[in-house]
RNA sequence: GGAGAGAUGGCCGAGAGGCUGAAGGCACCGGUUUGCUAAACCGGCAUACGUGGAAACGCGUAUCGAGGGUUCGAAUCCCUCUCUCUCCGCCA
């Protein structure tokens, strides 16, 4: 596996400024996948002869007569293969935990290089520009929609609690964001745990490397989740999907919880960074010759939320080096927020081609019967709702210091300004 | 939380230290036959890894919930864990 890919492993690290810091991992993978085999080689033969050898022990008890010296035999050839079982264990150990280190490779049209090589793909609306509007902290004070004193004091810094027409702001996006994902485009509601295991987090690749970024139970087997994408992906862990249900299409309204660790001192203000927050998020399943066109899709159907949300978005092809550890491909999605004058990302739609499929053995039967052969998952948000309300309070806001509400939110939020 | 029962191939279900990768059935695929949306009969039908081969496929190893142990040899015996079911308790 390892030996096959291994050119473009490496032109895939190197694409992502990464191929310094992990040449010699590789090298140390291509060795122990070699003595691997080599291990195999030798305790498997092993393993036939005393299989052999077994057989004939039992043969001649059955026929009464005395085995002692194959009995010997086969205890040593025993104490070989116990030993050598015991190398292989080691060897393989270490090696899938170097594979569990290494990120994705991105695809070509992912530009090389870092966040100084993203590129906006396309715009939709006009940024408002200059005009005297607040940040959405002291509109959504003023307005009594957020209460952030309150939320540091329950639960600490971080954590936010919506209040009022500010909790039915939240209320609704969800309602909208779930209906329009189902009934437009297509996708399964579910409504999932917001506790996983070990298991899942490294289906999805958020574990082993990136434990100290996610809560954990006491117990250290429980995780909370920080995106939906974690039980919805492992929905179909170790399974194969009839190629029939492909492409599979699910989403899911949930609370994300992230540590944040070593993000102190960034976006801290308001409504951009927090601990706790919601969020409906997008998951497909799909046949890996249609990936590229499913991210399309996906990533189409988290622009139309902003678009009914009247927010001005670009959408930005992230260079290697800025592409999440298990993504092939992404776009971001960033809306303007006039008051902090920022664009803020509110969706991440990647392609993870096989990456999450291998981790968590999510296969297809081919229609034509054929081999079991791994899916392409792909996932993201549609949308995240912090930032969403950050941008909503500020794009919107009146010359009044009200805020408009948009028409596809009115139902939903029973009202067509706030403030 | 307490007590008990269980986990075998896509499904049902035998098996109780060697002859079991695993009987039998169902489902599925291929074929034969019968004058008609079906039956009968014959055959096929797991996965992973390693190895040989251009390939068809061959050979080897492993897999009976997971991991360890006993043994020359484990689906079968022992230990630990996970999950499911039943009863009791508790509870939104």
């Known amino acids: 596996m390892v030996r096959e890919h291994i050119d473009a492993l490496r032109s895939g690290m190197q694409r992502r400024g990464a191929l310094d810091a992990l040449s010699a991992t590789i090298d140390r993978a291509v060795d122990l996948d070699k003595s691997r085999r080599e291990t195999i080689q030798a305790v498997e033969e092993r393993k036939a002869a005393r299989n052999a050898v077994s057989q ?17 035999q086969s205890r040593a050839l025993g104490e070989e293969i116990a030993r050598l079982d015991r190398e292989l264990a080691e060897t393989e150990a270490e090696l899938s935990a170097i594979m569990l280190e290494l990120p994705n490779v991105t695809l070509e049209q992912v530009p090389a290089g870092g966040e100084e090589n993203n590129a906006v793909v396309r715009s939709w609306g006009t940024p408002r520009q200059g005009a005297r509007i607040e940040p959405h902290w002291e509109i959504g004070a003023r307005l009594g929609l957020i209460d952030f004193e309150r939320g540091a ?11 009022r027409e500010g909790a039915r702001l939240v209320r609704s996006l969800m309602n909208l964001m779930l209906d329009v994902h189902t009934s437009q485009h297509g996708y399964e509601e579910e409504w999932v745990p ?22 954990a139970l006491r117990d250290g087997e ?17 399974e194969i999907i009839p190629e029939g249900e492909l492409p599979k299409a699910l989403t899911a309204y949930s609370p994300c919880f992230r540590r944040e660790a070593g993000a102190a001192g960034k976006d801290t203000r308001g409504l951009l960074r927090v601990h706790e927050f919601d969020k409906v998020e997008l ?5 890996p010759e249609t990936s590229g066109d499913q991210l399309e899709l996906l ?16 959408v930005v092809r992230l260079a290697s080096g800025d592409t999440g550890f298990a993504s092939a491909h992404t776009y ?10 920022k664009w803020l990302e509110v969706s991440s739609c990647s392609n993870f081609t096989d990456f999450q499929a291998r981790r968590a053995n999510i296969r297809y039967k081919p229609a034509d019967g054929g081999k079991p052969r791994f899916v392409h998952t792909l996932n993201g948000s549609g949308l995240a709702f912090p930032r969403v309300i950050a941008s ?28």
């Open 283 to 287: 998951v497909r399943f799909v046949a």
């Open 56 to 72: 004939q022990v039992g043969q001649r008890k059955r026929a009464g007569e005395s085995a002692d010296d194959l009995q010997r």
């Open 194 to 215: 917001v506790v996983v295991n070990r298991a899942s987090m490294t289906g999805t690749a958020q574990l082993p490397k990136f434990e100290e970024d996610m809560y």
């Open 153 to 163: 004091k329950i639960s600490g810094s971080g954590f936010i609690v919506f209040r």
């Open 332 to 341: 971001d999605l960033e809306t303007f927020a006039p008051g902090v004058a």
């Open 392 to 419: 909503l309070l500020e794009h919107h806001q009146q010359e009044d210091g009200s805020v408009r509400v948009p028409d596809a939110l009115r139902t939903y939020l029973g009202a067509e300004r706030l403030g």
């Open 299 to 314: 990533t189409g159907h988290a622009e139309k939320i902003l678009q009914l949300l009247e927010l001005p978005y670009r």
């Open 222 to 238: 429980g995780f909370l989740i920080p995106t939906a994408e974690v039980p919805l992906t492992n929905l179909y862990r170790d």
